[in-house]
């Protein structure tokens, strides 16, 4: 038999005849859309609620040390313990102040801002400065090196007014002032841009900014900008993306030559000069450089250690919270109720008991997807191998015919199986394409109706075009379908199909 007549003469037609079932196939398609919407809201209502509730410092937990905490049993000691720190899974702890600041932002507001101190050897530190998708700057400059600056948050700076941060270099702290004094903004210089920081912080800073915000060094504080030490230099940031020879190059041009380079405080580009002053008073000689400079952006920068005791010794720390990083979440109940009963201090879990219900819901919500999905295919396998078990039976004559002429059950099966294929194939990419257009609307559709609130620029609606996908939808069914076809036709002769004997 020629293959290619026989596809021309018997094939062709019998997927037409099989297309004209309008309705069923109508209803067929229906289930496709209906599951592939189902696994596309899952998947983005499963993204929108990781995005929500994962925490990348859940393993950094924080217990509240409450004011003239008197401990007895020594926990610092206890929690140094290799035996507790292999029983409980947690590397190491640390003790860390707290305080509440307010800035200028460029809309007049003084939004208030929840800091704390940090090292640099500390592993929060280390985990924020490591990791790529934490920073929102191109760069950061390492606390260590830059000890006047410090780490903010996205969400703080849009507090303060600002939702464009190419070109921000420092923020204006408001150093109270005392009595009918005017406060004084002083600027700090940011270090790191990051998305979020642990137990809701704003701000992190080093140990010498941190003591001086909270006005440990007393009347030496460094951040009274107007004291002598600021008086007598002059330190600019230059912004630009130009290296530090050709800057060099300007000011030589420019006359100013005198202003050496100095350490960069900033995450941007650009550098920080300094010179003593040369004319009456530092302002005039900033003015000076600011206008010889004019295509660059000038900011006015001060050299908070040259004003500070160094001899004098670090302020007692006075922590607010100790933070224990865990290796593992495993133990942390059991860890809860071991702090709990031999120091009397409390664990806050309550970012742990969010990831726990949520990879709860995410479980339920996988299996009850799963269960929609195996509905819907086994719905659409039921469906075709109907449909070819109806034609075949309307067409058991002509079959029985053409196996009498050589034709064999692995042919008919083949063919069949090969309609089914085409079936399936344009049902399936129509569902795709239909739940892709009006995936997002259904989806916003529901939330409003249920009267559920998302962020704007939130999908809810999510459906990758995947081989999981085509082997749910295309090659299980057409598998089944096969082994249907092959039940089906097996051992039947040309005269069973003929005269219709079971």
Avoid at 107 to 129: H, L, V
Avoid at 142 to 167: H, M, N, P, Q, R
Avoid at 201 to 215: A, N, P, Q, T
Wanted: charged share 20%; glycine share 4%; aromatic share 12%.
């Amino acid at each position: 038999m020629h293959i290619l007549s026989f596809i021309k003469i018997f094939a062709i037609p019998e997927l037409k005849s099989i297309l004209k079932r309008i309705w069923l196939l109508l209803f067929l398609l229906i289930v496709v859309v209906a599951a592939l919407w189902s696994i596309g809201f899952s998947s983005g209502t499963l993204r929108y609620l990781k995005t929500k509730m994962d925490n990348p410092f859940i393993k950094f937990v924080s217990v509240v040390l409450p004011n003239n905490y008197d401990d007895k049993n020594d926990f610092k000691s206890d929690l140094n313990s290799s035996i507790n720190k292999q029983q409980f899974g947690y590397n190491n702890f640390s003790l860390i102040p707290t305080r509440y600041v307010n800035f200028l932002g460029i809309n007049k507001k003084e939004p208030s801002g929840y800091m704390r101190m940090i090292n640099t050897d500390d592993e929060i530190y280390k985990f924020i400065m490591s990791d790529s998708n934490m920073l929102i700057t191109p760069s950061a400059v390492s606390l260590k090196d830059a000890t006047w600056s410090c780490i903010v948050t996205e969400s703080y700076l849009k507090k303060l007014g600002y939702e464009d941060f190419t070109y921000l270099t420092f923020i204006n702290y408001i150093l109270p002032g005392n009595n009918d004094t005017t406060d004084i903004y002083v600027p700090i210089a940011i270090a790191a841009i990051v998305k979020q920081l642990p137990d809701n912080h704003d701000l992190f800073v080093g140990e010498d900014l941190f003591f001086s915000i909270r006005g440990d060094f007393g009347g030496n504080n460094p951040l009274e900008i107007t004291k002598e030490e600021h008086k007598s230099y002059v330190s600019a940031f230059i912004q630009t993306d130009e290296d530090e020879e050709t800057i060099k190059e300007v000011l030589k041009k420019l006359s100013l030559d005198y202003f050496p380079t100095q350490d960069k405080p900033s995450y941007l580009n650009g550098i920080v000069i300094k010179s003593t002053i040369i004319n009456k008073n530092a302002e005039d000689d900033f003015n000076l450089l600011k206008s010889k400079l004019s295509k660059y952006s000038v900011v006015r920068y001060y050299d908070y250690s040259a004003a500070i005791g160094r001899s004098s010794s670090p302020p007692d720390i006075d922590p607010d919270k100790l933070i224990i990083n865990f290796s593992s979440l495993d133990s942390v109940r059991s860890f809860q109720a071991y702090l709990l009963e031999k120091h009397k201090l409390k664990i806050d879990l309550n970012t742990v008991e969010a990831k726990e219900n949520f990879n709860f819901f995410d479980k339920i919500s996988s299996i009850l997807s799963l269960i929609l999905s195996s509905f819907s295919i086994l719905l659409i396998i039921y469906v075709i191998t109907s449909m070819m078990f109806e034609h075949i039976e309307k067409n058991k004559k002509n079959l029985g015919t053409l196996k009498a002429f050589g034709l064999s059950n692995s042919s008919i099966t083949i063919l069949y199986s090969m309609i089914a294929l085409v079936v399936i194939f344009i049902i399936f990419i129509i569902g795709y394409l239909i739940a892709q257009l009006f995936g997002n609307v259904i989806s916003n559709y529901v939330l409003l109706l249920y009267q559920l609130n998302i962020a704007k620029d939130s999908s809810i609606f999510i459906l990758n075009f995947d081989i999981k996908l085509v082997s749910w939808f295309i090659v299980f069914p057409l598998v089944s379908t096969a082994i249907f076809l092959t039940l089906k036709l097996r051992n039947k002769t040309p005269g069973d199909l003929i005269y219709e004997r079971e």
